[in-house]
């Protein structure tokens, strides 16, 4: 059980494109690809601070400069259209501190405190893509009931809002649910949304069952709470150990009606998935 706060409003309307991307298990395990790197060193993020700290009044509200991401991300094979256009219309660069505004639309993370980070949009598009691919969405054209884990500083948790029915949002630090909840009462979500302080390994089975389940961190495996909270027709995508043991992978799981079916998808760093509440 965690503390709870809620937004309500009404479901948005998507017809999703879906991509091909995933490769199984044994395929992906003999390819080295590139890591993804959505938790750039703090470091390095704050020496780019230094470099580059905005000024008041750059303009990045306009939908100009939030399209110029979206290009990008067209250009990355980012092909789903309910994922770009939700991703159009959030401002990522109030989800930072003002130092870093000036970073929020480049294809990099940001230290968000507590030795967090805000993902690059490649990566929340990506793992939102794969999301649009399970048996539900496909089929009702959104992502249904959604589990996020990790809310961190509520960016992604937005973005889900305009894909999805309700949102349910897990975070374990206390102090990065309080930024989520400041962060998102100044937007008018389109869906029901209930910000969770409390333990994401968990889940959150009283509003469960799931049509999708996303995690912003990465243990050894999925844990079995998020796979008994899945729906029938719904996917995970989540950030786990590669199956040979060196570092981490996408895996989605999609809950078939007579057990589950595992893929691994492309390599990521994340951080690391932890019980507990602090």
């Known amino acids: 059980m965690g503390q709870e706060r809620a937004v309500s409003g009404d479901p948005p309307r998507q017809r999703p494109r879906f991509p091909a991307g995933l490769q199984p298990a044994a395929a992906a395990a003999e390819r080295r690809p590139q890591p993804l790197r959505p938790q750039r060193p703090l470091a390095e993020a704050a020496r780019d601070a230094q470099r580059r700290t905005a000024p008041t009044g750059l ?13 990008r991300l067209r250009a990355d094979g980012i092909s789903c259209a ?10 990522r660069h109030v989800f930072v501190d003002s130092a870093l505004a000036a970073q929020a639309y480049e294809d990099t993370s940001l230290p968000i405190g507590l030795g967090q980070t805000i993902s690059k949009p490649s990566v929340v598009a990506r793992m939102l893509e794969w999301l649009m691919l399970g048996d539900t969405a496909r089929a009702q054209g959104h992502l249904g009931r959604v589990l996020e884990v990790g809310t961190g500083c509520g960016y992604q948790t937005a973005v889900l809002c305009a894909l ?27 869906v029901p949304c209930t910000l969770v302080a409390g333990d994401g390994m968990l889940g959150h089975a009283e509003a469960g069952p799931f049509d999708s389940i996303i995690a912003a961190a990465g243990g050894e495996d999925i844990p079995l709470a998020w796979m008994e909270q899945l729906a029938v027709g719904g996917r995970i995508v989540a950030p786990a150990r590669a199956p040979n043991g060196l570092g981490q992978v996408l895996i989605v799981v999609d809950r078939l009606k007579d057990g589950w079916r595992r893929t691994v998808g492309e390599a990521v760093q994340f951080v690391p998935l932890k019980s507990g509440v602090a």
Do not use: N
């Open 164 to 190: 999805a029915t309700s949102v349910v949002s897990v975070e374990r630090l206390l102090a990065l649910h309080e930024l989520a909840c400041r962060h998102l009462s100044h937007f008018q979500l389109p």
């Open 82 to 91: 309910p994922v770009l256009q939700a991703m159009s219309h959030v401002p």
């Open 59 to 71: 303009g990045l509200d306009t939908a100009a400069v939030r399209q110029r991401m979206i290009v």
